[in-house]
């Protein structure tokens, strides 16, 4: 049977408006079961913590379940993959961090790009570094430390993570902004470096301060600078880098996205919902008491962050020739 044209294009038109209508309605009873959350990081680890605060918080608040899922590999990017492929409908999540940032210069071949793919949510957290050395180090002071590297070039051996992680990328920000030489030694995690730098085996380390500041308090590591633009509750009379290298900032830090193409309503939503957690002071004194400071921002505030700082370790990654372990 042949329709007449006016019914023909109603039709279709219909047919057209249906994916639309679903999309909204979906997004309106969102979430409609479970939501992930893929952290690539350790289960135990300050993020994964976090992710899982967070993720109690919107369980609460939005009547399901939202479950982390640690998925390691390859500095995060396995987590990052699994969820660019995953549906744009809020129901799988990504724990975005530094690291995100940083892997976008780092890896040449990555078949996703995270400004591009996923969708900024909400930030959740930052935390400084630390500028720690050693105590046999003849040095009190950042401008010492400068002094005390320019004379004995190639000498001092600066620890880290692991290639590629903040606590290098940091040191190599340092380097490049006093124009220093220093040897890097990376290790596979922050533990087995600070062991090191405590047997005195490695000079310098920027590190985060949750994994450092119980050795600084014991005296077993000497602060000379805090990473972050201010000073920290936590080590008020540690000066900031930024006091002695105009322009230094420095800071790990995490927050959420999801698949682009994610409809606006669910992100706006998600995005509220964890801004008034961050406002929870249980929250708030669970986030400090890991040595980090709570972060929240709209999403596209978030989203202009991650540009600014794959920007700048793009810079730093290139000056220092960095690659991926």
Do not use: C
């Not at 993959?81 to 990504?94: F, I, K, N, S, Y």
């Not at 401008?143 to 004995?152: D, H, L, M, T, V």
């Not at 220093?180 to 985060?208: K, S």
Request: glycine residues 8%; charged residues 15%; positive net charge.
């Amino acid at each position: 049977m042949k329709l007449p044209r006016r019914q023909f294009l109603h039709v279709v038109a219909g047919a057209t408006a249906l994916p639309v209508v679903s999309r909204m309605a979906s997004a309106q009873a969102y979430p409609m079961r479970p939501v992930r959350i893929i952290v690539g990081f350790p289960t135990g680890s300050n993020t994964d913590i976090q992710a899982r605060l967070i993720g109690q918080w919107l369980s609460e608040r939005l009547g399901q379940p939202f479950v982390i899922e640690n998925r390691l590999g390859a500095g995060g990017n396995i987590a990052a993959e699994m969820v660019v492929r995953a549906p744009a409908d809020g129901h799988t999540l990504l724990l975005i961090a530094a690291n995100n940032a940083i892997n976008a210069s780092l890896y040449h071949k990555l078949n996703f790009n995270v400004i591009r793919d996923i969708a900024p949510v909400a930030s959740v957290s930052r935390t400084s570094l630390v500028m720690e050395v050693h105590p046999s180090v003849p040095v009190q002071t950042i401008p010492e430390f400068i002094a005390y590297s320019k004379s004995n070039p190639g000498k001092i051996s600066m620890a880290s993570a692991g290639n590629g992680t903040p606590q290098h990328v940091s040191g190599e920000l340092f380097k490049m902004m006093a124009g220093l030489d220093m040897l890097h030694v990376p290790y596979r995690g922050a533990p087995q470096a600070l062991t090191d730098l405590i047997g005195g085996r490695v000079q310098v380390m920027f590190d985060v301060i949750p994994t450092s500041l119980e050795h600084i308090k014991a005296g077993r590591l000497r602060p000379l600078g805090v990473t972050t633009a201010t000073r920290l509750d936590v080590l008020p009379d540690i000066p900031t880098v930024n006091d002695f290298l105009p322009g230094f900032e420095a800071s790990g830090w995490a927050g959420l996205g999801t698949p682009k193409n994610t409809p606006t309503q669910i992100i706006e939503n998600l995005n509220k919902q964890i801004n008034a957690g961050l406002a929870d002071a249980k929250i708030k004194a669970t986030i400090a008491d890991m040595g980090s400071a709570r972060f929240s921002s709209s999403p596209v505030e978030f989203g202009k962050f991650i540009s600014d700082e794959t920007e700048k370790w793009a810079k730093v990654i290139t000056f220092a020739g960095i690659k991926p372990e």
